[in-house]
């Protein structure tokens, strides 16, 4: 075990006067500024959650933030606060470097996905196949065998971690690995539950170099960071401009600084070092559509993948996709990751139907990145793709369309009832509990409308049509089903 000699942090009220004069401070140069900064709505709320972050960093004396917001391929807004070194007075930028931690994750499960798009890997193929030497003490003799997909959606059951690196600061090597995983003991079967664990990226980092033939991190810089332009990421690297990290506060009110820790054979889980600027390229690139090639990383198909769940944690409270953690949140889906590594926490939180992704950056253990990610988002974000929404296409009302309300049945027996509701036809289902939350028909043009539904069941998106003759609506099409029309529904006496 390597043991650290902390330098003290500057404490007291002096230390809480540098805090308040940085988060009075105005941007510094390197801050970034898009076309859509200067709506006047996202520039209230660049003023809002700026002065709710001065006031984060002074009362619970954090060290310092870099923010970014991305709306599409825009850097809409990236701004640092407080500091990126304290002792040295240098102050954070948007191009101050921060240890990304876990954020890896999902540059080593897009190198997955690029090696599956060229034929070179499947999902389903075990590990072993791979990594020959891949041995473990299974849960269960029974088990199957591990396969990428369980690596990359945290389903294989492995432990969290390979050793007691987090507290040592001594990270394993590639070699080491080898000889220390074998007495490993998986507490799960495969897919029994969700389990995050930073040995399994470990291992899929090792897929990525058997199969390429490069290591981990020549092979980001070649088919991630120079396609996508990301000049100032590395993969554990002591570079110029990395913010000094330090812990969480002690109950004196002092910090302690980390010295650099290399992740070495670990890396692949959470070596990436990177920028707000840098992140926000990384982001841009999961709304691109198209075959992977220049700035497209990976396929449509491959990122569609990728953000949906895969992997369910047993409270459904939240998913897993390839890479990407998954949330619900007040009715929306967010994709993203955490990192924590020594001395730094970060996030990053995209929502994929409005384009628009938010990171938080920051240089000490206690910083709640999440929080602050999410403040960003309902303040900034929220206010960005507001300005940024289109406006559907909508096919005007057309009063006509009332003669399409009435009772239907299918040749079985079933009954679907079209109501008129202003300017709006549903459809219910007479006998079922469903009238406070009908189906939409959705007019396309030509007295056609599309069926829209909550959830994925019944003929959800396909189109709804009715068939006239002699002047008088006879009959339903909804999808391939066929409904007619039901002139007296009075029971006869």
Do not use: C
């Given at each position: 075990?390597?043991?650290?000699?902390?330098?003290?942090?500057?404490?007291?009220?002096?230390?809480?006067?540098?805090?308040?004069?940085?988060?009075?401070?105005?941007?510094?140069?390197?801050?970034?500024?898009?076309?859509?900064?200067?709506?006047?709505?996202?520039?209230?709320?660049?003023?809002?959650?700026?002065?709710?972050?001065?006031?984060?960093?002074?009362?619970?004396?954090?060290?310092?933030?870099?923010?970014?917001?991305?709306?599409?391929?825009?850097?809409?807004?990236?701004?640092?606060?407080?500091?990126?070194?304290?002792?040295?007075?240098?102050?954070?930028?948007?191009?101050?470097?921060?240890?990304?931690?876990?954020?890896?994750?999902?540059?080593?499960?897009?190198?997955?996905?690029?090696?599956?798009?060229?034929?070179?890997?499947?999902?389903?193929?075990?590990?072993?196949?791979?990594?020959?030497?891949?041995?473990?003490?299974?849960?269960?003799?029974?088990?199957?065998?591990?396969?990428?997909?369980?690596?990359?959606?945290?389903?294989?059951?492995?432990?969290?971690?390979?050793?007691?690196?987090?507290?040592?600061?001594?990270?394993?090597?590639?070699?080491?690995?080898?000889?220390?995983?074998?007495?490993?003991?998986?507490?799960?079967?495969?897919?029994?539950?969700?389990?995050?664990?930073?040995?399994?990226?470990?291992?899929?980092?090792?897929?990525?170099?058997?199969?390429?033939?490069?290591?981990?991190?020549?092979?980001?810089?070649?088919?991630?960071?120079?396609?996508?332009?990301?000049?100032?990421?590395?993969?554990?690297?002591?570079?110029?401009?990395?913010?000094?990290?330090?812990?969480?506060?002690?109950?004196?009110?002092?910090?302690?600084?980390?010295?650099?820790?290399?992740?070495?054979?670990?890396?692949?889980?959470?070596?990436?070092?990177?920028?707000?600027?840098?992140?926000?390229?990384?982001?841009?690139?999961?709304?691109?559509?198209?075959?992977?090639?220049?700035?497209?990383?990976?396929?449509?198909?491959?990122?569609?993948?990728?953000?949906?769940?895969?992997?369910?944690?047993?409270?459904?409270?939240?998913?897993?996709?390839?890479?990407?953690?998954?949330?619900?949140?007040?009715?929306?889906?967010?994709?993203?990751?955490?990192?924590?590594?020594?001395?730094?926490?970060?996030?990053?939180?995209?929502?994929?139907?409005?384009?628009?992704?938010?990171?938080?950056?920051?240089?000490?253990n206690d910083s709640n990145s999440g929080q602050i990610a999410r403040q960003l988002y309902t303040t900034v974000g929220e206010a960005v793709a507001k300005a940024t929404a289109s406006e559907p296409d909508t096919v005007a009302w057309d009063p006509s369309w009332e003669r399409f309300a009435g009772t239907y049945r299918?040749?079985?027996?079933?009954?679907?009832?079209?109501?008129?509701?202003?300017?709006?036809?549903?459809?219910?289902?007479?006998?079922?509990?469903?009238?406070?939350?009908?189906?939409?028909?959705?007019?396309?043009?030509?007295?056609?409308?599309?069926?829209?539904?909550?959830?994925?069941?019944?003929?959800?998106?396909?189109?709804?049509?009715?068939?006239?003759?002699?002047?008088?609506?006879?009959?339903?099409?909804?999808?391939?089903?066929?409904?007619?029309?039901?002139?007296?529904?009075?029971?006869?006496?």
């Amino acid at each position: 075990m390597r043991h650290i000699h902390p330098r003290p942090m500057r404490a007291g009220l002096a230390m809480l006067a540098l805090f308040v004069t940085a988060a009075a401070l105005p941007a510094q140069d390197g801050s970034a500024n898009g076309s859509l900064a200067s709506e006047p709505e996202v520039a209230g709320q660049i003023r809002l959650f700026s002065a709710w972050l001065e006031g984060q960093i002074a009362y619970r004396e954090l060290p310092g933030v870099v923010v970014g917001v991305v709306s599409g391929d825009e850097l809409v807004w990236a701004k640092g606060f407080g500091y990126a070194d304290v002792d040295a007075g240098r102050r954070m930028t948007s191009e101050t470097k921060f240890r990304m931690a876990s954020h890896s994750k999902l540059f080593t499960a897009t190198a997955i996905m690029q090696l599956r798009e060229q034929g070179k890997l499947r999902l389903d193929d075990p590990v072993s196949d791979y990594l020959p030497w891949f041995e473990f003490r299974a849960a269960e003799p029974d088990d199957p065998p591990i396969t990428v997909e369980h690596l990359l959606t945290h389903s294989s059951g492995l432990p969290r971690e390979a050793d007691d690196h987090w507290t040592s600061h001594e990270f394993p090597t590639e070699d080491e690995l080898r000889e220390l995983l074998p007495d490993r003991k998986a507490p799960f079967s495969p897919e029994v539950r969700w389990k995050y664990s930073n040995l399994a990226y470990t291992i899929a980092g090792m897929v990525i170099e058997a199969v390429s033939g490069q290591s981990w991190a020549d092979y980001l810089q070649a088919n991630i960071f120079d396609p996508l332009g990301m000049t100032s990421s590395s993969v554990d690297l002591d570079v110029d401009g990395l913010a000094t990290g330090y812990t969480s506060r002690q109950l004196d009110g002092t910090r302690d600084v980390f010295p650099f820790v290399d992740a070495r054979g670990m890396a692949a889980a959470t070596g990436l070092t990177s920028t707000v600027e840098d992140m926000a390229e990384f982001v841009s690139a999961q709304f691109r559509q198209g075959a992977r090639g220049e700035d497209r990383i990976l396929g449509t198909a491959s990122l569609r993948e990728m953000h949906r769940i895969r992997m369910l944690e047993s409270t459904w409270t939240r998913g897993q996709g390839i890479g990407f953690a998954i949330e619900r949140t007040d009715g929306k889906i967010f994709i993203g990751h955490g990192g924590g590594y020594p001395g730094y926490t970060t996030r990053t939180t995209i929502q994929l139907d409005e384009k628009v992704g938010v990171i938080a950056l920051t240089n000490t253990n206690d910083s709640n990145s999440g929080q602050i990610a999410r403040q960003l988002y309902t303040t900034v974000g929220e206010a960005v793709a507001k300005a940024t929404a289109s406006e559907p296409d909508t096919v005007a009302w057309d009063p006509s369309w009332e003669r399409f309300a009435g009772t239907y049945r299918s040749f079985g027996g079933g009954r679907q009832q079209v109501v008129l509701l202003n300017e709006q036809l549903v459809i219910i289902s007479p006998n079922a509990s469903n009238v406070d939350n009908p189906l939409e028909l959705d007019p396309v043009g030509d007295g056609t409308f599309r069926y829209t539904a909550p959830t994925g069941g019944g003929p959800v998106g396909e189109l709804v049509r009715f068939v006239e003759e002699n002047g008088e609506v006879v009959r339903m099409w909804v999808g391939d089903y066929e409904y007619d029309r039901v002139r007296d529904v009075r029971p006869r006496p």
